[in-house]
């Protein structure tokens, strides 16, 4: 089985404002941590493949359309615009989104037709924290929810799983999936602490659990266990597993308050594919992850772990 990974140049261009403040942790230089852990890879393990544009129709899969053209009409050709207090948008972002949504479309077209069966997008902004209508923490379009929602619609799939591991609850994707019958949407996150959500969950098919500050290892797999997320996914029985794959819960890591290590990543990944059966297809996305050295250790150890199971 061949690791399918897609990236495109236009998601390294995307900068967000420099006045926002001096050294913003979502930068182009994550792509090459990213790159670096691609080229740990055993050679011949994995498949690159260029990420399409999304149409601005698919976009429209999981956000208001109202919204959706607002943020096409006013994309910057020049300079920045800011659209939150955090994110903003250069004149490389528009295409980057269409790149990030559409290489998350083709992974899950990809996967599901088969034969390759598991696939990474290798893209930026991330996109977790944006709503049906508002864009927040880095992110302008909810790339994980497009994905899954295009496997409902264009394949006709009933259940979806998206795990969620990024250090800040996927507060964006909850609010959009809250209450959806196709999606059972598992988030672990440090709480309290940015955005200050997910406690209470929104309906059922939200499945939190919460992480206390300076969590290690063996603290953070004590709270998945007790949240039940393994039983809750074996249950659900997905027919596509998305992972909204952040890494800034790891210990060096500046945007968290996590201890976790490279190892951590692996064992959450691999249980999670135990959990819903190996013959599952899997599509991860890029969420956070801000020390460069961590992200790449932490998502080699995904990516290996996602291929072997």
Same mark, same amino acid.
């Given at each position: 089985?061949?690791?399918?990974? *897609?990236?495109?140049?236009?998601? =390294?261009?995307?900068?967000?404002?420099?006045?926002?403040?001096?050294?913003?942790?979502?930068?182009?230089?994550?792509?090459?941590?990213?790159?670096?852990?691609?080229?740990?890879?055993?050679?011949?393990?994995? =498949?690159?493949?260029?990420?399409?544009?999304?149409?601005?129709?698919?976009?429209?899969?999981?956000?208001?359309?109202? *919204?959706?053209?607002?943020?096409?009409?006013?994309?910057?050709?020049?300079?920045?615009?800011?659209?939150?207090?955090?994110?903003?948008?250069?004149?490389?972002?528009?295409?980057?989104?269409?790149?990030?949504?559409?290489?998350?479309?083709?992974?899950?077209?990809?996967?599901?037709?088969?034969?390759?069966?598991?696939?990474?997008?290798?893209?930026?902004?991330?996109?977790?924290?944006?709503?049906?209508?508002?864009?927040?923490?880095?992110?302008?379009?909810?790339?994980?929810?497009?994905?899954?929602?295009?496997?409902?619609?264009?394949?006709?799939?009933? =259940?979806?799983?998206?795990?969620?591991?990024?250090?800040?609850?996927?507060?964006?994707?909850?609010?959009?999936?809250?209450?959806?019958?196709?999606? &059972?949407?598992?988030?672990?996150?440090?709480?309290?602490?940015?955005? *200050?959500?997910?406690?209470?969950?929104?309906?059922?098919?939200?499945?939190?659990?919460?992480?206390?500050?300076?969590?290690?290892?063996?603290?953070?797999?004590?709270?998945?266990?007790?949240?039940?997320?393994?039983?809750?996914?074996?249950?659900?029985?997905?027919? &596509?597993? &998305?992972?909204?794959?952040?890494?800034?819960?790891?210990?060096?890591?500046?945007?968290?308050?996590?201890?976790?290590?490279?190892?951590?990543?692996?064992?959450?990944? =691999?249980?999670?594919?135990?959990?819903?059966?190996?013959?599952?297809?899997?599509?991860?996305?890029?969420?956070?992850? *801000?020390?460069?050295?961590?992200?790449?250790?932490?998502?080699?150890?995904?990516?290996?772990?996602?291929?072997?199971?």
């Amino acid at each position: 089985m061949t690791l399918l990974i *897609y990236s495109h140049p236009a998601c =390294r261009l995307h900068e967000n404002a420099p006045d926002v403040f001096a050294g913003h942790p979502e930068r182009p230089e994550r792509l090459d941590a990213v790159e670096d852990a691609i080229g740990r890879l055993p050679a011949g393990g994995y =498949r690159r493949i260029e990420a399409p544009a999304a149409k601005q129709a698919d976009f429209e899969l999981a956000h208001d359309a109202r *919204y959706v053209q607002a943020i096409f009409d006013q994309a910057p050709e020049e300079d920045f615009l800011r659209v939150d207090g955090d994110t903003a948008m250069n004149r490389h972002t528009l295409e980057a989104t269409r790149r990030a949504v559409g290489g998350a479309m083709a992974a899950v077209d990809a996967v599901l037709d088969g034969p390759d069966r598991r696939a990474f997008c290798a893209t930026r902004p991330p996109g977790h924290h944006a709503s049906s209508c508002q864009p927040a923490g880095f992110c302008i379009f909810n790339n994980i929810v497009i994905a899954a929602y295009h496997a409902v619609r264009r394949h006709g799939i009933d =259940r979806v799983a998206i795990v969620d591991f990024d250090v800040h609850h996927g507060d964006g994707t909850e609010n959009i999936v809250a209450g959806s019958a196709p999606i &059972l949407f598992c988030s672990s996150f440090q709480h309290p602490f940015y955005p *200050y959500s997910g406690i209470p969950p929104l309906a059922d098919n939200c499945l939190p659990a919460p992480i206390k500050n300076l969590s290690d290892g063996a603290a953070y797999r004590q709270a998945i266990d007790e949240a039940g997320w393994f039983d809750r996914l074996a249950a659900f029985r997905p027919q &596509l597993l &998305l992972f909204s794959a952040g890494f800034d819960a790891h210990k060096d890591d500046p945007l968290g308050g996590l201890i976790l290590e490279a190892g951590d990543f692996a064992w959450i990944t =691999r249980e999670t594919i135990k959990a819903v059966g190996s013959d599952v297809p899997v599509v991860s996305l890029l969420e956070g992850g *801000y020390e460069l050295k961590g992200l790449e250790d932490s998502l080699l150890a995904h990516l290996e772990a996602m291929d072997a199971g």
